[in-house]
């Protein structure tokens, strides 16, 4: 930034014009919303357990993270605590989550995962490879790799 553009006096300049790259990534992941939505339309809002498909996301994360609290399970699915709240309690009846209590501090609870639980996120998990694999599975293999990491390196860079 040049000292001009720090000195907050308004020295006009023009801005820099958006690289083309950016704006096509940009219009690229906007039509990528678009079509989630439209899917999540399509299907509806509830997965094959009639469950809401959003809260398998709380399935996911503690399958990869471990048992946690519930607030710390809304930090790390960058969630409103009170929607988490309300996934957990749904999946606790559905017998797919479970509460313990936290060893460091019994008056705590732990959210953790359970065998119904495990199952119901492999069954997710075959379904969504379904619809991926009817997409990129003429890709030559290479092709695949390349985008699974290109898309995790910009997921890496927004977080």
Known sequence: MSPEDR??????????ATPTFTDELGNQLARLH??????MTQVGRFG??????AAYRCVFALLQ??????????ETLL??????S??????????????RSDPDDRRASMIAVTESG???AERMRLRRNQ?????????????????ARLLGKLLDGYE
Request: zero cysteines; a positive charge.
């Open 131 to 147: 619809r991926l694999g009817a997409v990129v599975g003429s890709w030559p293999e290479g092709e695949r790799a390349e985008l």
């Open 65 to 74: 993270n471990g048992p946690m609290r519930s607030g710390e399970l809304a």
């Open 7 to 16: 000195s907050g006096t308004g020295g006009s300049k023009a801005p820099a």
């Open 118 to 120: 495990r199952q119901a």
């Open 86 to 99: 309300r996934h957990v309690a749904q999946l606790v009846d559905r017998g797919h989550l479970e509460r």
């Open 34 to 39: 678009r079509m989630r939505e439209r899917t």
């Open 79 to 84: 969630s409103d605590p009170s929607t988490v």
């Open 48 to 53: 094959a357990d009639g469950m809401e498909l």
